[in-house]
Nanobody, 116 residues
Framework: QVQLVESGGGLVQPGGSLRVSCAAS????????MGWYRQAPGKQRELVAY????????HYANFVEGRFTISRDNAKNTVYLQMNSLKLEDTAVYYC?????????WGQGTQVTVSS
């Protein structure tokens, strides 16, 4: 049974930084492309970034604009998203999943709130 457990969210001021983590179990993590997604209130869930199984290649949504970094530790079955220069519009629940996402498996997400 696949489990994805996100953590590390919180309240941060505009311009601040936050790192969120996602621990995966029930999958062979090291062979999966992993992604971070987010869903803001009243909006559809969208892709933020993904990282290849080896971690050698990454892709970011246009709105990231160089502010976020996705990384992974295959020994820990964990994927990370370092977020810098956060903006009000980054407020959302952040989720991890395979890329492309498996809609049958979503974790509870972690809330990131950017507010002054």
């Amino acid at each position: 049974q696949v489990q994805l457990v996100e953590s590390g969210g919180g309240l941060v001021q505009p311009g601040g930084s936050l790192r969120v983590s996602c621990a995966a179990s029930g999958i062979i993590f090291s062979i999966n492309v992993m992604g971070w997604y987010r869903q803001a209130p009243g909006k559809q869930r969208e892709l933020v970034a993904y990282i290849t199984s080896s971690g050698t290649s990454t892709h970011y949504a246009n709105f990231v604009e160089g502010r976020f970094t996705i990384s992974r530790d295959n020994a820990k079955n964990t994927v990370y998203l370092q977020m810098n220069s956060l903006k009000l519009e980054d407020t959302a629940v952040y989720y991890c999943n395979r890329f492309p996402a498996n809609d049958d498996v979503w974790g509870q997400g972690t809330q990131v709130t950017v507010s002054s």
